[in-house]
Every structure is written in C-alpha cells, then in structure tokens.
C-alpha cells in the first residue's frame, strides 16, 4: 500500500505540473499540428529520458545526502514551500480563469525537428523545472527511496505516466483538429489539483519539520 501511495502522488503531483501551460506544451502542440498524434509520446519520451538521468544520479549519488537529517529537513520545508507556491499559482489561475490551451499555438514554436530532442531540451532550458527538481523532486526522492530502489521505480513510473497521459491526449485531439476541453473546466482541473498540492506541501513542510528536530 506504501508503495501505491507513493505511485498515486508522484502522478497526481505531476499531472498538476503537465497540465501548467509551458514550453512543452508549445512543443505538442505544434508538433500535433505538424505531425499528428505521435507528438506527444515523443516530446515526453525526451523529457522522461532527462528526468530518468537526474533521478539516478539524485539516487546513487545523494544517498549519503540524503541520510543527514538536518540536510533532509531543509530539503522538505524548500520543497514544501515551493509546491505551495505552485499550489498558489494554480488556485490563483483557476479562479481568475487566467489560462487557456488554445493560447500556446503561438509563440512557442521550437524549429526543432526531432521532438525527442526537444521535450529534453525544453525542459532542461526551463527554469521551473530545475528549481522544481531541486527542491520538490528531491524531496520526493528522498521519500521513496526510503523503500529503496522499488519505492524510486513507483515514484518514477507515477510521475512520468501523467506526462504521458496528458500529452497523449493533448497531441491526440489537436492533431484531429477537436478542442480537448473548455477553458472553464481546464481552469476548474487546475484550481482543484492547486488544493491538492497545496494540502501535499503541507505533509512535506511537515515531514521536514520532523526531520530537523530529530
């Protein structure tokens, strides 16, 4: 059941960070344009290669870091405060009714062919998601991995299948030339998976929190 736990928030924490207008989402959908529905599977297979790089390495190569409870600590309450700035955000964009899908048609054209090539290069050049892997995602590695390689595997295939799952279905219906959903019930997803991380960032402040008083 532990390791189900840590699947299901990897995903939901995820699919709130997928479905986040950004680079990669120009990326899909001009490729879905371009070259049909396989754009976004592709975009994400370059995007989940660089992810898996950086997990490894936060994995083998942090382990002792992440063994420190001081070191541990702080790297909760960071990525607890980041995840609630995001949760922030998200609320703040859902109620304002501020975000639209239709809106990344323009200006986020790459030039880039090979879209395996740019999802990794779209992602790696985006500060967001540095500072997202610096301070959420190593938080959340630090947790799985305390079920050791396993609970890292479930926390990557979580994390990784909402990119899949929502750039699928982006590249899917903009291919076929269909609006995926209104820009009202986009904005209502995004406010209700802004609650959900904003109640998640609570646990990891609090889990680091714990950390430091140990």
């Known amino acids: 059941m532990v390791l189900w ?7 939901l924490i995820g699919f ?11 990326v899909t959908i001009d490729g879905s344009l371009k070259k049909g529905w396989t754009a976004g599977p592709l975009t994400v297979l370059g995007h989940a290669i660089l992810e898996l790089i950086l997990i490894i390495i936060m994995t083998l190569g942090l382990k ?6 001081t070191v541990a600590g702080f790297i909760g309450l960071f990525g607890g405060a980041f995840l609630a700035w995001m949760g922030y955000g998200m ?4 109620i304002n009714k501020a975000l639209s899908l239709e809106n990344q048609k323009a200006g ?7 879209l395996v090539l740019a999802g990794a290069l779209v992602s790696i050049t985006n500060p967001y998601f540095i500072l997202w892997w610096a301070t959420t ?10 079920l050791g390689l396993i609970g890292v ?9 909402s990119d899949f799952v929502w750039y699928s279905a982006i590249s899917i219906a903009f291919s076929r030339g269909k609006k995926l959903i209104s820009n009202a019930a986009y904005c209502r997803i995004i406010l209700l998976l802004g609650i959900f991380i904003v109640a998640f960032s609570i646990y990891f402040i609090g889990s680091g929190w714990k950390m430091l008083r140990m």
């Open 153 to 161: 595997s479930f926390f990557f295939v979580g994390h990784i299948l």
């Open 137 to 146: 995602g190593m938080e959340s590695i630090r947790q799985a991995y305390a």
């Open 64 to 69: 002792d870091f992440f063994s420190n409870p």
């Open 16 to 26: 709130s960070g997928a479905m986040m207008p950004g680079p990669m989402l120009g």
């Open 91 to 94: 609320i703040k964009s859902g």
């Open 108 to 114: 986020n054209r790459t030039g880039i062919r090979n």
């Open 5 to 11: 736990g840590i699947f299901i928030s990897a995903f």
